[in-house]
């Protein structure tokens, strides 16, 4: 077992995932990074061990692919055989009315942003509670969206499958917090990122949710005891925006 502390992080490539990762990086971590090209992968684990990650790995994996999914998680375990903290974050985004959304848009939200999310957690329990027996705790953290919670016009297969996610990850706590591995949703507005450019004629970057604070939210919950499980975080924008994206 690695003596660093250890995590996956999924959709490490950029944006919040890449600032989670920079986080946990500067603070000495081991990390396994994932997202679909190796290329972004091994430019973002150079960037890592400069801030001063222990060791990197570097795991492409398409979150479409179940069988991929569960070797990623192999993958990690056999490379570390440590997960302090899960970082469940590769998503993507479908935009459109329930008149118009074709089903197979749906099935492919569900597949990266719920199914591989299961995989995931399914494939890595073990070593999540064999970590927080040796460590004290081992965290879930997964990041959703405030669509998950409020629902959004024209964001209904994508709402649908964050509030599916932080179901899940609810119900993963009240069978695996007493082992001390807990999860904790983040469920933010739009963030500042390549997801939400299709927006920024309306709302621009630099008014929209930062990826730091979302990575200060992630680091917050690696840093508690395996007595505080923090179900959900909602982050909302400034002004009007208390229950919108
Ligand atoms: N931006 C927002 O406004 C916002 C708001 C609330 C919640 N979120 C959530 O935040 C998470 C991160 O999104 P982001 O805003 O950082 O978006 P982003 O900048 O577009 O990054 C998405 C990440 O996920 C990876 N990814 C996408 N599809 C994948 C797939 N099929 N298999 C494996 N990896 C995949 C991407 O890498 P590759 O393309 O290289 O595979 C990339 O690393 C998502 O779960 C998203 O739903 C975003």
Not at 125 to 153: H, M
Request: net charge negative.
């Amino acid at each position: 077992m690695s003596d660093n502390k250890v995590a996956l992080v999924t959709g490490a490539s950029r944006g919040i995932g890449a600032a989670i990762a920079e986080r946990l990086a500067a603070d000495g971590w081991d990390l396994t990074i994932s997202s679909r090209g190796r290329e972004a992968l091994e430019q973002r684990a150079g960037e890592l061990t400069e801030l001063g990650a222990g060791r990197v790995e570097v795991i492409p994996a398409d979150m479409t692919d179940a069988d991929a999914v569960e070797a990623l998680a192999a993958a990690h375990r056999d490379a570390f055989g440590r997960c302090d903290a899960l970082v469940i974050n590769a998503g993507m985004g479908q935009k459109g009315k329930v008149a118009d959304l074709p089903v197979r848009r749906f099935d492919r939200l569900y597949q990266v942003n719920v199914r591989a999310p299961y995989i995931l957690l399914q494939s890595l329990i073990p070593v999540l509670r064999s970590t927080a027996d040796a460590n004290g705790a081992a965290k879930v953290i997964a990041v959703a969206s405030i669509t998950g919670v409020y629902p959004e016009p024209e964001l209904s297969a994508y709402g649908a499958t964050k509030a599916a996610l932080i179901s899940l990850c609810e119900t993963f706590n009240l069978e695996e917090s007493v082992n001390g591995v807990s999860a904790t949703t983040i469920a933010p507005g739009y963030v500042d990122t390549d997801m939400s450019d299709w927006l920024k004629d309306q709302i621009p970057g630099d008014e929209m949710i930062t990826v730091g604070d979302v990575a200060t939210i992630a680091h917050s919950v690696t840093q508690l005891s395996r007595y505080a499980v923090l179900p959900n975080v909602i982050l909302t924008r400034p002004g009007e925006n208390l229950h919108r994206a």
